[in-house]
Structure formats: C-alpha cells, structure tokens
C-alpha cells in the first residue's frame, strides 16, 4: 500500500508545520507527517520550514537569530489569518512528545534544514529527543545535504535515514545504498515508473514530494509506490480509498 504523508502535516489546509496542521493530517487518515527542523540560537531544534521567519510567522529575521522562548511566542499562521493566535512555532520536543502520547503509530518524517545553514550539532540534538521519546522506530530524518545523513547513521544506525534531491540522481537507488540511506525523496518531476519498479528490486523505498494534484496521486498509487508527501492529506487517503 502507497503511505501517505502530511507534508508539513496538512499544508493546504492550515498553517504549514504547526501543530493544529500535524493533528489535521493524522485526523485525516494520513500514515505520517513530515515537518522541518532549525537550531535557534540557543542550539534547541524548532519546527519551521525557512531560514527566516518572514514567510510564515508574526517575526522577522533569521531562526538562527533568535532563542528558543522568544520563537515560541510567535504566531505562525500567516498564509491562514484566520487561525491567528492559534498556530505557534512548535518546538521539535513538543511535536515528538505528542507523536509518542497517542494510541496511533504514525510516522515521523524530520527534514533536518542543514542544506543552506550548516547547523553544528543539529544531528546530534535531534537523535537525542527522538531517543528521549522512543521513537527510534517511527521516525525518518531525511535532508538534500546527505552527508548529514551519513553522520546520522553513524550516532544511530537504527534510525532510518532518507536522501532528498530535486534534480536527477544517476542510479538513485546505488547512491542511497552507498550513503546507507533506505529511502529517496525526490522532486515529483524526477520520478518515472522505472524508477518504482527498480526501488522494489532493491529495496530501497521511493517517496516522493510534493504530490497534490489527483492526477498525479493516482498515478503514484497505481504504481505501487512506497509513499508521497502531499500538502492535502484528507484528498489523498480519499482518493487511495477509491482505487483499493
């Protein structure tokens, strides 16, 4: 069966990466959610897509910039005013200890945001709270600078890891298997079926971002592929319901 995952947990719904969004994706009958991670300026790992808080918060300025107590005063709902006062920036903890309280067992996919900002220490820090809330077995972190990847691996190799890319890999699935990667996360567009028949053959999982038109959920799930990222989980699992 195609798993189906809230990208920023139910982005074309609410306010992308908070939590209101992460509990619409998994009400909506989502497998997972996949949110981002930044290092404020006291080192602690903050949900949010962006560099900046500019885009998607009341803030201005750099993550990087700011401390942990003053981000999570902010109000992060700004692409869905309505819902103002309701969607802080989330700590990466406070997301973790839900997703370990509740009875379902849904996966956690974390994008470590070290691609631009190299963050020292982000691996390290983000492995500690997942182990903190035994969650080694239901979380991905997943990243486009995949020596990250590789270094996660080497603090805990029972975390699986995925590679992000958004341009064509040569032998996509020897490269993840080199990195010691179980999974691609490639850019819809890069992806053909061929490279779903050959991610069976070697077991490496294919799950592409971001889906969210119908046409192209259908054709993924027709496919067989592992999983997809979608801004609109609730339409996906509607539409992989009307094919089962």
């Known amino acids: 069966m195609t798993l189906i995952f809230g990208h ?13 969004s992460f509990q ?13 991670v930044h290092l404020t300026k006291d ?25 942990a107590e003053e981000l999570v005063l902010l109000d992060a709902s700004a692409e869905f005013p309505e819902f103002k006062g309701k969607a802080p920036i989330p700590l990466l903890e406070e997301v973790l200890e839900w997703a370990a309280s509740g009875d379902s067992r849904f ?32 979380v991905i972190l ?24 958004s341009d064509g890999i040569y032998k ?22 061929e490279l779903i028949r050959q991610s069976r053959e070697s077991s490496v999982s294919v799950r592409p971002f971001t889906v ?6 259908k054709r993924l799930i027709e ?3 592992s999983a997809f990222f979608t801004d609109f989980p609730e339409k996906a699992v509607q539409i992989r319901k009307s094919l089962s």
């Open 223 to 225: 496919w067989e592929t």
């Open 107 to 138: 996966i956690v996919n974390i994008e470590l945001k070290n691609n631009i900002i190299e963050y020292s220490g982000l691996e390290e820090k983000v492995i500690a709270l997942v182990k903190k809330f035994d969650l080694d077995e239901r």
């Open 142 to 165: 997943s990243s486009f600078n995949h020596g990250s990847m590789v270094q996660a691996l080497k603090i805990e190799p029972r975390i699986e890891t995925a590679l992000l890319y």
């Open 212 to 217: 969210n038109s119908d046409e192209d959920m």
């Open 43 to 67: 080192h602690i790992p903050v949900v949010i897509h962006d560099e900046t808080l500019d885009r998607t918060t009341s803030g201005t300025g750099n993550v990087n910039s700011q401390l």
């Open 172 to 193: 996509p699935n020897d490269y993840a298997r080199r990195a010691g990667a179980k999974a691609i996360h490639p850019l819809l567009r890069t992806v053909k079926d």
């Open 8 to 20: 920023r947990g139910s982005a074309g719904t609410m306010p992308e990466n908070t939590m209101i």
């Open 24 to 36: 619409e994706a998994i009400d909506a009958g989502a497998d997972g959610i996949e949110l981002d």
